[in-house]
């Protein structure tokens, strides 16, 4: 099982702890470290199969490669997440998910002409969302751009692949 499936329901547990006003810095459970930033309510786990951090203070994560997958202007970050398997193939992995007034076309062309020279490029349509996947630089990529009434939500998943 992923750390993540494993950490979800604590970090779940916590965040929710935190919105109650109740007073919880960190909490070990066994190997496994978890700590709350009273101030921003950012939730980091960490033990031996690596770290995962989520926050929900606005900011791209720190280390994200925005210079190779920026976002458009106006967009508002809702969420961000990071994490490290130190002993994967893999290396740090971004998601970042943000509100954004522009229209679903305009977001896709902005994105097309930002990752259109990456590798294995393609766009998927769906009914309410659409990708776009590829690899860039040593990042697989996945731009998720989805489509409500009023307004998009963009959400951009970064795998960050270990030279062998």
């Given at each position: 099982?992923?750390?993540?499936k ?38 980091k786990v ?30 508002s ?37 930002k ?50």
């Amino acid at each position: 099982m992923s750390m993540l499936k494993k950490a979800l329901p604590l970090i779940l547990l916590i965040s929710l702890l935190s919105v109650a006003g109740c007073s919880l810095d960190s909490l070990n459970m066994g190997d496994t470290k978890v700590s709350v930033d009273k101030d921003t309510g950012n939730v980091k786990v960490q033990n031996d199969k690596g770290n995962l951090s989520v926050s929900g203070d606005n900011k791209l994560p720190e280390g994200y490669p925005e210079s190779l997958f920026p976002l458009p202007a106006g967009a508002s970050i809702s969420s961000s997440m990071t994490g490290e398997a130190p002993n994967n193939a893999v290396g740090k992995t971004y998601v970042v998910s943000a509100n954004c007034s522009d229209s679903k076309a305009d977001l896709l062309k902005f994105y097309e002409g930002k990752l259109k020279d990456a590798s294995n490029y393609k766009v998927q349509e769906f009914s309410t969302s659409t990708n776009i996947t590829g690899s860039k630089d040593k990042y697989a990529f996945v731009v998720n751009v989805f489509d409500n009434d009023s307004s998009r939500t963009l959400t951009i998943s970064l795998t960050e692949i270990k030279a062998k």
